[in-house]
């Protein structure tokens, strides 16, 4: 795809500077390899996990969301959707694209990364290279003396570092020093690991809930270490070549060669879901067993703890009073088995165990994206559960 890839974006004026920005978000985000430095995150030779069909036709669906009656149709065009799919005991009953956007074409998943990167820790876990009480430190020497003492892995899973962060500048901060664009900005670290090593620290680790892209990264990183292999071949070794997926898989790299686990795994549509798929069947899919099925009953365990931490419930976490974030997941229902990997600019991939089903959806908002403050203040005397 890559001479075809970079001849059809620069012929619609995509670079590496402006493509996170709309209109050329719209093609930028499936030609992200043509764009900025990418790994390959190979799905090996072996056979394709083929998801059988029944589509059906969805037009009559509606739905209430606030204060409106929905059609499928209305919704899909109003969240400006690039591909849509459904799966029902891993049945495809629709699967859509739009805006030119092909099966075959890979697409930027945005944060839907960092429970890509958590569903990898549970692997690892697994095989008892790391444990989620551990210390990011035992695994990282480097980061001692740092921000990141007394920092768990878990810590890093639910969102829970003690590291200074505006969620309304640093996250937007991560597109130059991790180089999504173009790196010209001096008033920044010079890559992600530097930033890793600088960031102040602000207050305890184990707190309340604070959105942090940079704990994913943190957190990739020790996967990296711990696995012994670059990132990709990580991923590729421990779950994408054994998933069955259709398409190679990408992530974005730093021009260091640090791999960007927070937002910056490419993946097709189908593949997005054959991933949710295996969360839907306890983290086995094809007949084998590639995230171990206690990893995967961990979301749904009603934690009083991360529920407290979580504070005020967000149009992302879900409007009930024990949503939660947790394992990279946000947590609509643990009880019920509904939890959603959500990324910018309308990337999504929802769990729902009570109906069997997944849904993957992959967009481009036509805006710049702005993302709402997830930092929010502890509830305060709750009771038991």
């Keep these: 795809m890559g001479i075809d890839a970079t001849a059809a974006a620069a012929a619609l004026g995509v670079t590496s500077e402006n493509w996170l920005d709309p209109p050329f978000n719209r093609l930028g985000f499936r030609r992200v390899g043509s764009l900025v430095r990418t790994a390959t995150i190979s799905r090996g030779d072996g056979p394709v996990f083929e998801l059988p069909r029944r589509e059906r036709d969805l037009a009559a669906f509606t739905f209430e969301h606030r204060g409106r009656s929905l059609d499928l149709d209305t919704m899909l065009a109003e969240t400006s959707t690039d591909g849509f799919l459904v799966l029902h005991d891993g049945v495809v009953l629709c699967e859509r694209y739009f805006n030119g956007m092909t099966p075959s074409e890979t697409h930027l998943l945005m944060s839907v990364s960092k429970s890509f990167n958590a569903t990898l820790c549970g692997v690892l876990a697994g095989r008892g290279l790391l444990t989620p009480t551990g210390l990011v430190t035992d695994h990282l020497g480097e980061l001692r003396g740092t921000a990141w003492d007394g920092c768990t892995l878990q810590h890093l899973l639910d969102m829970r570092v003690g590291v200074r962060w505006d969620d309304d500048v640093d996250e937007y901060t991560t597109f130059d020093v991790s180089d999504y664009r173009t790196h010209a900005r001096t008033d920044i670290p010079a890559d992600t690991a530097t930033w890793i090593r600088t960031i102040d620290a602000s207050h305890a680790h184990g707190g309340p809930f604070a959105y942090n892209s940079l704990a994913a990264d943190v957190l990739g990183w020790v996967l990296e270490r711990a696995g012994g292999t670059p990132y990709a071949a990580l991923f590729s070794s421990a779950l994408w070549s054994a998933l069955?997926?259709?398409?190679?898989?990408?992530?974005?790299?730093?021009?260091?060669?640090?791999?960007?686990?927070?937002?910056?795994?490419?993946?097709?549509?189908?593949?997005?879901?054959?991933?949710?798929?295996?969360?839907?069947?306890?983290?086995?899919?094809?007949?084998?067993?590639?995230?171990?099925?206690?990893?995967?009953?961990?979301?749904?365990v009603p934690d009083a703890e991360l529920i407290n931490a979580y504070g005020v419930p967000t149009a992302l976490g879900g409007p009930a009073p024990t949503a939660f974030y947790h394992d990279n997941w946000w947590i609509w229902d643990a009880e019920r088995g509904i939890h959603a990997g959500i990324g910018m600019n309308g990337q999504s991939l929802f769990v729902h165990r009570p109906s069997r089903t997944v849904i993957a959806k992959l967009s481009t908002f036509p805006r710049r994206a702005r993302r709402r403050t997830l930092r929010v203040a502890p509830r305060r005397h709750r009771g038991a559960l």
Excluded: K, N
């Excluded at 069955?244 to 790299?253: K, N, P, T, V």
């Excluded at 686990?261 to 899919?285: H, K, N, P, S, Y």
């Design 244 to 300: 069955g997926a259709e398409h190679d898989a990408e992530i974005i790299l730093d021009h260091s060669g640090f791999a960007i686990v927070e937002g910056g795994i490419c993946a097709t549509l189908r593949d997005l879901a054959r991933f949710g798929l295996l969360w839907l069947q306890d983290g086995a899919i094809g007949g084998r067993q590639l995230v171990p099925p206690a990893w995967v009953a961990r979301l749904r």
